[in-house]
Structures are given as C-alpha cells and as structure tokens.
C-alpha cells in the first residue's frame, strides 16, 4: 500500500523489547545558553526603524520592541529593561516561553528571517536580575481596598502585582503547596527553571503581595465568602480541565493525562517525594497531541529514560516555510521544532488513536492508530488503515477546555459561556466586584495573552474599585493588543 505520507514507518518498524535504560545522562536544567554578546547587539540592530512596526500588533502586549532594541544595540542594558517593564511585568517568562508571534510580525520577516526578537527579550531581563536593576516597587500610598487574586499562573500574578503598585491590598490564593500554578508545575524546569519564577515572587513580596498557597477556594473558603471579605475578586484560575479521548481502552492502567505526569515530575525536581510516580523510565512511551504539552512530555520522557518516545497528531504535518494564504504579518502555523524534540523521538502526523489495548493485567500495551482523513470538514479515521503501535505508557496532551465550573457556577453563580467564564469589555463578570482574567475568561491561549489580559482586568479593577462605571454585560471582550 503505498505511503506517500510516511504515516506507516513509525508501525512498521520493530520497537526493542523492554531492557535496562539507556545510559544518557540528561537533568532537568535549562537547555538554552546565553547568547553571544556580540550576536546579541547585532540582532538588535536588524531591528530597523519601520515607521509602522509591525511587531506591536504581533504581541498582545504592546512591547516596545523597537526602542529597546535600539538600546541593546547602543549598550543600553538598563534603559532597555525599563523599556520592556514598561509593557510586560516578566519578561523572563514570556522570553523563555512565549512562541513569539512579534516575530512572525516583524518587517523583515517579508523577505528574510525576523529579528530573534525573543532571545533579545530574555537577555535583557538576564542581564537586569545579574545586575540589579530589578528591585521592588511599593507603592507611595495605600488605598484600603482589597482584592483577591484566585489562581496564581501569569495572568493572576500579572494582575496581582498590578494592583499592588496601585496602592490597593491583594492576597493571592492558590490552591496548589506552592505559588506559581502553570508556571511552577506545568512547564519542566528544562524549559524554564523555577530560579526565576522563585526570584519574581521574592520582588512582588517585597513590594506587598500577599500569597495564601495550600487554599482551594470553593473548598477550604467559599466564593460567595471570598466575595464577602474583600472589596474585588479576580478570577485567574487558568483553563485546567483536560481534554479527554474517550475511546474504548481509556480507562486502562498507563493512560493518563500530561498535566497528571508533569506536576509529578515537576514536584520530583523540587525535592518532594512523590508516590507511585508515573514515570516513563524503561517504557515505550506515546504522546498524543502535537503542542507545548506534548512537547514538554517528550523532553520529559526523554530525561526518565523512556526506551522510546513517538509523538503523535491528528492533523497533517505544518510546513516548513510561510504558506500562501498566512502571508505576513500574520501568525503562520510552522513545522515547531523544539529543543525536546532535538532530543529524539519520532513525530507522527495524520494519526488518529481508535483504540487503547490492553495485556492480561489492564495495563495498555498498544495503541490501534489510523491514518486520519477528512470527510466534510470533520478528522476521521480512515478505514483499512489500521496498525498498532506498542506502548506500555500513553500521555494525552490534547489541550484543555476551560476552567473547572462546579464551585465557580455553584457558589459565585457566574455564567459560563462556551466553556468560560462570561464577561463584558471590561473583565467584570454579571457578579459586582468579580473580574476574571487569562485562560479562565478567554480559553487556552499563550503566556502573553494571560500577562496581556492579567494586566487589563487590574486596570479594570482599579478602575471599579474608584468608583468608575463599567461597561454594560455583556459586551464581549475582543483580541485587541492590551496594554496598561
């Protein structure tokens, strides 16, 4: 049968059976390496004067690309991160995990490659922590009202140190041991170590963020009591409900969800003991979902000692290069390569999962794959393709699909609107004082997009808690570049 896709090779081939892990010495610290000050200072001034610099209607958060390139270029380091806080309060976190859509959108990307305006990004703020120019900013007066912050990921803490400059009084709750959500147990440490989320923390302390970890708000306090004790609410609590495979096998030992496998890992790295691990050690491993997530299970895999790794996606493969109709300066869906993916493994592409197998103990074994064809707009699998693929661990990193609602809908009887939290134009939900902000109001969406919208409901809080009239509900809220 012919295979002009390669779909079949990753089948086809004979898997090696289970022996002792390969000796590979991988650990858990940041793969990436400061680039070259000179190399640095010359990216920086590709960055040319546009007159219309498409870059900024590529971040949503307005970074001032231009101007503090220009001040890289001219060894400007501590102008330039005043430059960058200006707009984004952690650019270490956007640098060393945003995709970068400023770059698709940069002018020179027309007809040759795009300033690396992201690694100009993060070796600002590198060079502004290893010289102390971050420093806490606390504000000149208190106003004596109170906010509360509930999920404490990019969006949350975003909006937290926001309103704490403002003057006003915020406790941010997170109901994981320790603060940081996504950004403390979603993303391996190899992507990004937690040094620097730790080190951001430690500023916002000092300047009067207060942090309550260990509290699930719902259980340990009520929303409507929550509601109660403080003056606002913001919602920051990210779009953690998975999305599932219900298939036939799902409900076998050794299929679980991605995020269930990197909080351990992530805890591991931290120093917690954590039982009966899932770990990817001495197994045969497939991923399903070609994302961040995936690729996070991949690297992650890879440092456990998996025997093998295949990443598998329903979709067809992106190309390499721009297409036609994401001209710039557009977001073209690329062909990602990720360091993770630099490490091994095998990449699958139009590959739909029909069925999970199972051994004589309930544990899966395999994985009965299709290749994917589409019939009226729909993915399905196409029949006679069928083939299996050995596995003994399967990770399901199929995105995500909103915020949990039980206790929010239950409790604060805000509305949900298409699996997230309904809001108007200006963050509030139909419940006075409560505000949402990130993943939970908009979706899934990209570390910017939360520390973008983190940034504008403080604004919007600020603005209530003034005494200023909000918008009507329900205007709905648009993809606008946010700024405060």
């Not at 937290?160 to 403002?166: I, K, P, S």
């Not at 809001?423 to 939970?440: K, M, P, Q």
Request: net charge negative.
């Amino acid at each position: 049968m012919a295979d002009p896709k390669g779909f079949l090779k990753v089948q086809e081939r004979e898997l090696p059976k289970r022996r002792p892990v390969p000796v590979r010495i991988m650990d858990f610290k940041e793969v990436y390496e400061n680039q070259d000050p000179t190399q640095l200072r010359r990216q920086a001034g590709r960055c040319m004067d546009c007159g219309i610099p498409f870059c900024h209607s590529g971040c949503p958060l307005g970074n001032l690309i231009p101007e503090w390139n220009d001040l890289i270029w001219r060894g400007e380091g501590r102008q330039a991160i005043e430059r960058l806080h200006a707009t984004n309060n952690f650019p270490e976190f956007t640098g060393t995990l945003c995709p970068a859509p400023c770059e698709a959108s940069c002018v020179l990307g027309i007809n040759q490659p795009a300033v690396t305006i992201k690694q100009v990004e993060v070796s600002i703020i590198d060079q502004a922590w290893a010289n102390g120019w971050v420093t806490p900013h606390p504000p000149e007066r208190l106003t004596g009202k109170t906010v509360a912050v509930v999920g404490s990921g990019p969006a949350g803490l975003a909006a937290a140190q926001q309103l704490t400059r403002a003057g006003h009084t915020v406790a941010v709750y997170e109901r994981d041991d320790r603060i940081g959500g996504l950004l403390r147990y979603g993303i391996p440490d190899f992507k990004m170590e937690k040094k620097r989320l730790d080190a951001r923390l430690a500023q916002m302390q000092a300047e009067g963020t207060r942090f309550r970890a260990g509290v699930t708000i719902g259980e340990d306090i009520a929303w409507d009591d929550l509601r109660s004790r403080y003056d606002a609410v913001v919602i920051a609590t990210g779009a953690t409900v998975p999305r599932d495979l219900p298939i036939p096998g799902r409900d076998l030992l050794g299929v679980h969800f991605a995020m269930d496998y990197l909080v351990q890992q992530n805890k591991v790295v931290a120093g917690d003991q954590v039982a009966a691990q899932i770990t990817a050690e001495g197994r045969h491993v497939v991923v399903i979902g070609g994302g961040d997530t995936g690729a996070d299970c991949i690297g992650t895999a890879h440092r456990q000692g998996a025997l093998s790794v295949t990443n598998l996606a329903i979709g067809i493969q992106p190309p390499a290069e721009r297409p036609e109709h994401q001209p710039w300066p557009t977001t073209p869906t690329l062909f990602e390569v990720s360091s993770a993916h630099e490490e091994g493994g095998e990449r699958v592409y139009l590959a739909s999962t029909v069925e999970f197998l199972a051994n004589e103990a309930g544990e899966v074994r395999a994985l009965r794959v299709a290749e994917t064809e589409y019939l009226d707009g729909r993915r399905v699998p196409k029949s006679g393709t069928e083939r299996e693929i050995p596995a003994d661990l399967v990770l399901i990193a199929m995105g995500f699909t909103g915020p949990e609602s039980d206790t929010l809908h239950g409790q604060l009887r805000v509305p949900f609107e298409n699996g997230t939290v309904e809001r108007d134009g200006d963050y509030a939900t139909s419940e006075a004082g409560v505000f949402v902000a990130g993943d939970a109001g908009r979706g899934q969406s990209l570390i910017v997009w939360a520390i973008a919208e983190g940034r504008a409901a403080a604004s919007a809080v600020d603005r209530y808690l003034e005494g200023e009239t909000q918008l009507p509900f329900p205007v709905r809220p648009t993809d606008r570049a946010l700024t405060v």
